[in-house]
């Protein structure tokens, strides 16, 4: 197996250039080829002015910069820059004679062992593999726009890919940074696009039918907290682009796609949403101007959800990727916080079912019937089939390879990764719960385990004195992931019930909490900042209990925390309302102790938790914290007799002698928690 040292992209478009920068950012040295100077150009630029943003943001120093810059060379040489690389990567436009002409070109050139792919978001791998000689090296390379950013690489097998090629191609992957997913079958939409192929099917046909408004349909989309709704979407990728890729899936994969007569007149009429600045609504500077509409009630979320489930059943069913795999690839690919298996785990498979019949009825389209296994009621049975075959065997040689040593300890599913959702990191006495769980650290199943678990560890460690709270990516946490929400009434009242016992041990910790809020602190994750002692937060940080605008309440302890907290007048209008505030409103409202700028948060927590590890003694904070919160539960006589009982127990402690020693002698003391 040849190593990979150098690599050749083809096309420096959008994502061409963005392809080079991520090789050489990982010490590739990369060629960047294109038929056009300007497109080069333009390229040279996007790169560096993308570079330039990570040094400006402290990501990267400019040594780092320079040589990644400097691993870059440009060419408009397609032989001679084929010739002398070890992995080439082919990115021009989505046109099947165009890319296979560049093919041509490479089988002449490259050599024997290079390993050739295609950025194809749609075509046959195995079509175009049968342009080079030794179509086993060849695969397709599926990153997502922009590839700097996202995370996730679609690994795509064509008929004659070897395994060698495609197992060595998944590990490259991983070194540049990204995720991989595999895909086994070389079939349209690989898995991404495939699962939102159907949803826009489904637009188009509410569209052709005048089911609702595109403004209604946007509106009831941003109410369910989607940032852009599916008109607006398909305004801002371009609806040429969506009537094009429903043409292909016309073709390749059911006749119903070509049901898009709205959205073929708007092409036609050259509306085509951002890019002529008019679609489904006026564009102007890169905004669209959406006419104010009530929310629909003909559209709802579970029939997207139903369609997805539907579509993640016939892919696993077809063999083309693992249940683990098209839930990471959702998630990654479409930035949604949860993918369809674990909406499927959350649901029965008759309310899949019927859901879907509906949907057939109303729109009158036969590709959303039910797949044969969820007609067969085997919904739960699929979608928790194992890894796809080459990771299962994958997995099987390594478990023989480890005969011997003890079985890691069951892990919960990892939303990141190979990354726990809750990290727990110890500076010193100072020990930190990190929240790591996607981009806006969500609360989920897997989140409540983790936090058992280390609110369960640190409780028992008497080296630690401070406990902060945190979330990674600069979110603390927007809520509770709202799949949970889709489980029967029993499961989810056990689900609130668990988030309740797990925050509760939050609060009876014997150390000092806290909690460091940044970005967004929403429902859950707000209840979960509300259980911590001190909170501190940046000033742009937004926090808020929205539970009521999605027809919920807090239930993880926000109406009992707030209203003690703050008061029942401004606890009220939190909860009844479901506002969100900032930093600065929350800390007059006392909800917060001391905010600061976003890039100071970080230090300052870090600054107090280490001057609280010192300076107090660990069996007063223990006795104060019962005080403080079992003295809300209680009549005043019988907290105040606690008081005393307190002082009564603390004053046979080596802490209170050292702390008064200390006072005398003018030093700082050095309790021992005893
Ligand atoms: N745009 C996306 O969001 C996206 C996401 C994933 C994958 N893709 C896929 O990536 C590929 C490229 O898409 P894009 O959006 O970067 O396109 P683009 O139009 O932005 O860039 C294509 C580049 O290829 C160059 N080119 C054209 N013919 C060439 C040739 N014969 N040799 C060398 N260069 C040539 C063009 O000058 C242009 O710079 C397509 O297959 C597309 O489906 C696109």
Same mark, same amino acid.
């Given at each position: 197996m040849g190593a990979i040292r150098k690599v050749l992209v083809i096309g420096s478009g959008l994502m061409g250039h963005g392809i080079a920068e991520v090789f050489a950012l990982s010490g590739y040295r990369t060629i960047l080829e294109d038929v056009s100077v300007e497109a080069l150009t333009k390229a040279k630029i996007s790169i560096e002015k993308s570079l330039e943003r990570m040094v400006n943001s402290g990501k990267m120093d400019k040594i780092k910069r320079d040589q990644t810059i400097s691993l870059i060379s440009f060419s408009q040489d397609l032989a001679g820059a084929s010739k002398d690389v070890d992995l080439i990567i082919e990115a021009v436009p989505e046109v099947m004679e165009m890319k296979k002409e560049v093919f041509k070109v490479v089988a002449k050139e490259a050599k024997p062992d290079c390993i050739i792919a295609s950025n194809t978001s749609n075509m046959s791998i195995t079509e175009l593999s049968g342009i080079v000689p030794e179509p086993s090296r060849f695969l397709g390379i599926h990153f997502f726009n922009p590839p700097v950013v996202m995370k996730l690489v679609e690994v795509i097998r064509g008929e004659s890919t070897s395994d060698e090629i495609f197992e060595q191609i998944l590990n490259l992957v991983k070194e540049i940074g990204k995720t991989p997913i595999r895909v086994n079958k070389d079939k349209p939409g690989f898995v991404v696009n495939r699962i939102s192929a159907p949803e826009g099917l489904f637009f188009s046909i509410v569209l052709d039918k005048g089911i609702a408004k595109p403004e209604e349909v946007d509106a009831f989309a941003k109410s369910q907290g989607?940032?852009?709704?599916p008109y607006e979407l398909m305004d801002y990728v371009g609806i040429d682009t969506v009537v094009h890729s429903m043409d292909y899936y016309a073709e390749? =994969?059911?006749? #119903?796609?070509?049901?898009h007569e709205v959205l073929k007149g708007k092409m036609e009429r050259k509306e085509l949403g951002l890019k002529t600045g008019k679609g489904f609504y006026p564009w102007k500077d890169g905004r669209a101007s959406i006419p104010q509409a009530t929310p629909t009630?003909?559209?709802? =979320?579970m029939d997207i959800l139903a369609i997805d489930v539907n579509e993640a059943m016939r892919i696993i069913e077809e063999g083309i990727a693992s249940p683990d795999d098209i839930e990471i690839g959702v998630k990654l690919g479409l930035n949604r916080p949860f993918g369809p298996i674990s909406v499927a785990q959350g649901l029965s498979n008759s309310e899949v079912k019927s859901k879907l019949e509906a949907i057939v009825e109303m729109v009158?389209?036969?590709?959303?019937k039910p797949t044969e296994s969820l007609i067969a009621g085997r919904m739960k049975e699929v979608i928790s089939s194992g890894p796809s075959q080459p990771q299962k065997e994958k997995a099987e040689a390594q478990a023989t390879a480890d005969a011997g040593t003890p079985p890691p300890a069951p892990a919960a599913p990892s939303p990141q990764q190979g990354g726990s959702p809750v990290e727990v990191r110890k500076e010193g006495p100072v020990a930190y719960i990190e929240l790591n769980n996607g981009r806006l650290n969500l609360i989920n199943a897997s989140v409540l385990d983790g936090l058992d678990q280390a609110i369960s560890s640190l409780s028992k460690?008497?080296?630690?004195?401070v406990v902060v709270v945190r979330g990674k990516n600069g979110v603390f946490s927007a809520g509770? #992931? =709202?799949?949970?929400?889709?489980?029967g009434n029993i499961d989810f009242m056990e689900t609130d019930r668990r988030g309740q016992r797990i925050f509760k041990s939050l609060t009876e910790m014997p150390q000092v909490t806290m909690a460091e809020i940044s970005g967004y602190c929403f429902g859950g994750g707000f209840e979960l900042a509300l259980a911590c002692d001190i909170r501190i937060s940046s000033d742009s940080a937004e926090m808020g209990l929205p539970e009521v605008t999605r027809g919920l309440v807090p239930g993880w302890g926000g109406t009992q925390r707030l209203p003690k907290l703050i008061g029942t007048s401004r606890a009220a209008f939190l909860i009844l309302t479901g506002e969100r505030i900032k930093g600065m409103q929350a800390m007059t409202f006392g909800i917060v102790w001391e905010i600061t700028t976003p890039d100071k948060l970080q230090d300052r927590v870090k600054e107090l938790a280490a001057k609280i590890s010192v300076d107090v003694a660990p069996t007063s904070v223990k006795m104060a914290k019962g005080l403080i919160y079992k003295g809300t539960e209680t009549a005043m006589s019988i907290g105040l007799d606690m008081e005393a009982i307190s002082m009564g127990v603390l004053f046979g402690t080596e802490d209170i002698k050292e702390g008064v020693v200390a006072f005398m002698q003018k030093r700082k003391p050095e309790f021992k928690g005893k």
């Open positions: 989607l940032p852009m709704g390749h =994969l059911s006749a #119903e796609f070509a049901r009630d003909k559209v709802q =979320l009158g389209c036969d590709y959303f460690d008497k080296d630690v004195r509770a #992931e =709202l799949s949970q929400f889709f489980s």
